[in-house]
C-alpha cells in the first residue's frame, strides 16, 4: 500500500491535481485555502482585496508579533470596503475550493486546518473525498485517525477550538495506527517554525495519545518550517509532511 499525504496546499490547484499519481490513496491533513502567502505576498486573498503594500504591512506587523497593530489595519481596510467582511471572505474560498477539491483524486482523505471553513466543505466535497475529524478509517490493513483544525492562537484563523474540545476529539480515535492531524503534538522541536522565529501551538493531547497508545506513525503539518520535519517518540515516529504550497511534492508512506 502506498498513500500520499499533505499538508498547507494553500492554494496550489496545479501540486495537488499530480499529488495522487502513483499512489493508492491521497491525505490532505488542511489548509486548502490561500489568505496571504508569507513568501510571495501578491499571492492570496488578502492582496486581491488590499493590494500588496498592505500585504507587506500586514506580514511585518505578524512577523514582529505585534498582533494588535495587524488587527487595527485590518479593521481598517475592512471599513474602507464596499462589502462586509464575511461576505468577502466567503466567496473568496468558495472561489479556491471549488478549484481545490476539484482537484482531489480518488480516493482522497481530508481533514480541516486551520485555516479552513468546514461548513463549506459539504458543498464541495465530490465522491471520492472522505471528509473526517474525530473520525477513523481503515487503509490496507491500517487504521488511521484524523483530527483537524487548530487551537486558539492571536492570529484567530477560521477554525481554532479550544484545547479542551480538541483533546475529545484525539480521545474519539481510540487506538490507531497512523495519527493524522493538522497540527503537530507540542514538541518545542517540532512546533517551532526557523523561518518566523516563533512557536506555533502544538496539542498536548496528540502527545498524550502518542505516548499512550503508541501509533507507529503521527502525521501532521501546520509548521511551515519546522526546526524538526521528524523525530521518534517512543515507538512513533512523528512526521511533518512538509509546507506543500512551496514544495509541490506529497510525503509517501508504504507499508
Known sequence: ?????????????DALARAGDGADALICLG????????????????????????????????????FDEARDLGRSLWAGLDVDR???????????YAELFAAFPTPTYATYGNVDIPALWPEYAR???TVLDGRRVE????????VGGGLRTPMRTP???????????VEALGEVDVLCSHIPPEVPDLTYDTVARRFERGSRALLDAIRRTRPRYALFGHVHQPL????????????????????GRPFALEW
Not at 36 to 65: K, M
Not at 139 to 146: A, D, E, K, S, T
Not at 159 to 169: F, M, V
Request: net charge negative; charged share 25%.
Open 1 to 13: 500500500m502506498r498513500v500520499h499525504v499533505v499538508s498547507d496546499v494553500h492554494g496550489n490547484t
Open 31 to 66: 489548509d486548502l485555502v490561500l489568505f496571504l502567502d508569507y513568501a510571495d505576498h501578491s499571492r492570496g486573498i488578502f492582496p486581491d482585496l488590499f493590494g500588496v503594500a498592505n500585504a507587506d504591512r500586514l506580514v511585518e506587523l505578524r512577523t514582529a508579533r505585534r
Open 86 to 96: 464575511d461576505t468577502a471572505i466567503e466567496a473568496a474560498v468558495r472561489r479556491q
Open 127 to 129: 465522491p471520492g473525498t
Open 139 to 146: 487503509l490496507g490493513g491500517l487504521v488511521l485517525g484524523f
Open 159 to 169: 477554525y481554532e477550538i479550544s484545547d479542551e474540545e480538541y483533546a475529545a476529539k
Open 228 to 247: 524538526a520535519r521528524r523525530m521518534r517518540i517512543g515507538a512513533t515516529e512523528c512526521v511533518n509532511v512538509g509546507h506543500f504550497a512551496a514544495t
